[in-house]
Each structure stands twice: as structure tokens, then as C-alpha cells.
């Protein structure tokens, strides 16, 4: 490929997460449900609802797991999952790159093996296989830990969890691109991810002939607070972004539908007749 990709995340609210205010450490959490249903009967209620006091192994576990993605699982996800090389990798900051067929796939497993988690609403196995990754025998992503396979040794290792999130930039570039400028324009791709909201993803794509294009979305792998959202995947922006490029690739679509899809949707209706028609056409 005479264009590759360069990817750098960074994780979301460290600061708050060193000092216990990101996790939810209520004194709730310390009991058996039962235990806490008690003692809440017994009009200690406000004592639930105060913060834990933090700990040593509080700090020892954050640095563990920020430990365990920085030295094991980021290389196993980007040189041995897909077709990448791990430049660097210190606790919640990477830096990787890869090839551009591998770029969407490998920022969302990077985004799960953060958290060691894979998308709700589905399986494990049909996520892999809507990934493309033939090599997922060698990680396993359940309930915040990893089962990570590397020659003869099998690790569990505890990652950082549900409630933590991270955002990736990309930039899209040309190999004759001069460097300084493609790494200018990925910090800029990871701030926009970042004044997005957090947990979200920037891919920019900076054109030989000049100029460039930008693409952002949340990466929502769960439902939000309110319990309302909870979305597949493949329906989120990433996702439709991965279901795009196997059209492209495996079906046999011209690459020029793209660019005419591009200069059409943006004038048309946004009902579902319309858009169906007019796509079908192209």
C-alpha cells in the first residue's frame, strides 16, 4: 500500500481515576448485597453512600493493569491480532502503525483490550469473525481481565475495566509524506477525539494532493447511564465505518460509488426509500 496508518491513544481521565474519583468506591461495594440490604434497613444508609477511603492496593491495581495492556496486551493486539507495529506503549499512552485495510478493526480491539471487554449484544465468536481476525485464539476479553496466549505461556491479566474508557486518533497518510507533518496531524486527530466528549475516535486522512478529511464517533461498547442505548456495534460509527470497508472489498463495488455516494447524500433526504434507491443506482 503506498498509504499507511499511524495510531495514538491516550486514556480518558487518568488524573481522576489516581485520585478514586472516576470508580465507583461506596462503601455499598464493600458488603454482600444481602449485608448491605441489612445494614441499610438498619438506618445506616448515609454510612453506604460515603466515598471509600483510598488505598495502596487502590494505586497497585490501576498501576497493574495500566501495566498489563502497556507491556502485554497492546503488542499481542497490534503485531500478532493484526498487521501492525507497536512503536510505543507506557500505561495508557500508544503510538502504533498499521496497515490501512487493518486500521478500524485494530482501534476497536485496542478500545476493548483497554477496558478487557468486547461490544454488549454480541457473542464473543461473531465478534471476531465480523473483525476479521483469524488469530483471536491468542487474546480473550471478558468482564475487565484478558486471557492472553504468547508461545507456551497463558496469562490472565486484569485491565482496566467498564468504567474506564480511552480515545484513539488516527491519521491516514502517503509514504513520501514528510513525518513531522503526518505527527502534527495525529495529536491533532487524538485532541478532536478528546473534545468529542472522550471515548471517542478521530481518523483523518491526509491527502497527497493536499488537504484533508477528518471522521469522529463515540465507541459506546455499553449502555449508557440511562440503560436506553445499548446498540450494536456494528451500528455505531466505528462499526458502520468496518461494514463500509468490507463492501468495498469483498463485494466487488467500484471504489468511484464512494466518491459519488459522497457528492450525493448530502442532498438528499434522509428517508429510507430515497436513500435506498439512489444508492442502488450509483
Known amino acids: 500500500e503506498t498509504y499507511y496508518a499511524l495510531i ?15 470508580a465507583d468506591l461506596l462503601m455499598e461495594k464493600s458488603f454482600h448485597k444481602e449485608v448491605a440490604d441489612e445494614l441499610r434497613n438498619m438506618g445506616l444508609g448515609e ?29 499481542l493486539v497490534v503485531e500478532r491480532l ?58 480473550r476479553l471478558r468482564n475487565g481481565y484478558a486471557y492472553a496466549v504468547e508461545g507456551n505461556t497463558k496469562r490472565l491479566l486484569r485491565l482496566m475495566g467498564s468504567k474506564a474508557s480511552a480515545s484513539i486518533g488516527a ?4 509514504h513520501k509524506a514528510p513525518l513531522g507533518m503526518v505527527i502534527e496531524r495525529l495529536r491533532e486527530a487524538e485532541r478532536r477525539a478528546k473534545n468529542a466528549g472522550r471515548d471517542a475516535f478521530c481518523i483523518t486522512l491526509s491527502k497527497r494532493a493536499g488537504g484533508t478529511t477528518s471522521f469522529k464517533g ?24 468496518i461494514r463500509t470497508r468490507d463492501v468495498l472489498s469483498t463485494k466487488g463495488v467500484s471504489r468511484r460509488a464512494a466518491y459519488l455516494l ?10 429510507e426509500d430515497v436513500l435506498r434507491c439512489s444508492i442502488a443506482h450509483q
Open 47 to 75: 454510612y453506604l453512600n460515603t466515598r471509600r477511603s483510598l488505598s495502596p492496593a487502590w494505586h497497585q491495581a490501576v498501576s497493574t493493569a495500566l501495566n498489563n495492556f502497556s507491556l502485554r496486551v497492546a503488542r
Open 262 to 271: 459522497w457528492e450525493l447524500l448530502g442532498n438528499l433526504s434522509p428517508e
Open 218 to 241: 463515540s465507541w459506546r461498547l455499553r449502555p449508557q447511564n440511562n440503560g436506553n442505548e445499548a446498540t450494536e456495534i456494528q451500528k455505531n460509527a466505528m462499526g458502520l465505518l
Open 8 to 22: 495514538m491513544m491516550d486514556g480518558d481521565r487518568m488524573g481522576a481515576w489516581v485520585s478514586g474519583e472516576a
Open 171 to 174: 491519521v491516514v497518510a502517503h
Open 82 to 139: 493484526f498487521s501492525g507495529k507497536l512503536i510505543y506503549a507506557g500505561g495508557d499512552d500508544l503510538l502504533a502503525m498499521t496497515t490501512v485495510s487493518d486500521l478500524p478493526a485494530l482501534m476497536l480491539v485496542l478500545r476493548c483490550a483497554y477496558s478487557g471487554l468486547l461490544p454488549s449484544m454480541m457473542e464473543e465468536a461473531d465478534t471476531w469473525q465480523w473483525l476479521s481476525s483469524e488469530r483471536h485464539r491468542f487474546l
